[in-house]
């Protein structure tokens, strides 16, 4: 799972024991001789100076000796400055996702994001207008990093007519309990037939802040309970936990699709 709840910003130190690969000097042995190598520690050093700080890394597992320490890892960065104010305190702070690898199969890949202070809950954003941004090693300046940063930065009006949408969409319980199906057919895909759900219990908000019917608040509920894995479910005569997303790839791949299963309910 990704952890946006830090307060303060990550140090070196912290992000080397988090993900060793963001430090890598040497690219892989198997790219080409053109390849370019620019660590991501320089992107993390060129965020700074545009006020965007490290709340969290990760690293997927390394499945050979030859992608370790090059292989895909995840950067995700967070601005003070930069904040929506909701109602009853529900801030949300937008997030830049970067994901990058040292193998020459990935360039760098810049995803928006949402932090929601209530429940210290990440959201991944993927829509038309958000869609993924990429930067190749090959072309990558600094310049080149800010234009792409302030592009993602004049879309945030985008994010908040989007926030403000969900929060005006009320939703009655039939509509609750199939967005609660398609939330459940995200995280469980066809498999989803052969499980049996408690949906009174899947739609039962975790706190006092989430109860109400608005989309916002039903769509924060499911995306806690489907990433985090809380919730039990029959299997084959069995009860089991559903287990928390911790492969930041699929956790984005889930989050995303989740947050435009939301937005389809405002049109």
């Known amino acids: 799972m990704i952890d946006l709840s830090s307060e303060g910003f990550k140090s070196k130190a912290n992000l080397k024991s988090l993900a060793p690969s963001i430090f890598t000097t040497v690219p892989s042995s198997n790219v080409s001789s053109k390849y370019t190598h620019i660590p991501t520690e320089k992107i993390i050093d060129d965020m700074e100076k545009l006020g965007w700080g490290v709340v ?68 991944v954003i993927s829509t038309n207008e958000f869609e993924k941004l990429a930067i190749r090693h090959m072309g990558y300046t600094f310049e080149a990093l800010q234009v792409l940063i302030k592009e993602m930065v004049e879309k945030l009006p985008l994010t908040v007519e989007s926030m403000n949408k969900m929060v005006d969409t009320e939703l009655s319980d039939e509509s609750i309990l199939k967005f609660a199906q398609e939330c459940l057919g995200v995280r469980f895909g066809d498999d989803l037939k052969n ?29 806690e309970k489907v990433i985090d894995g809380e919730f039990n479910y029959e299997s084959a005569g069995k009860v089991r936990k559903a287990r928390e997303i911790k492969n930041f790839n699929q956790d984005m791949k889930v989050n995303s699709e989740l947050f435009n299963l939301a937005l389809a309910y405002t049109e």
């Open 56 to 123: 969290d890394a990760k690293e997927v597992q390394a499945r050979t000796v030859h992608t370790r320490n090059v292989q895909k890892h995840l950067v995700v960065f967070r601005n003070p400055d930069v904040i929506i104010n909701g109602d009853g305190g529900d801030d949300v702070y937008p997030t830049i996702l970067l994901t990058n690898s040292h193998d020459g199969k990935n360039a760098f890949t810049f995803t928006a994001g949402l932090f929601r202070m209530i429940c210290e809950n990440g959201i």
């Open 195 to 223: 499980i049996k759900v408690d949906m009174d219990d899947f739609i039962a908000p975790s706190r006092e802040e989430d109860k109400g019917n608005s989309l916002w608040k039903v769509f924060n509920v499911f995306q």
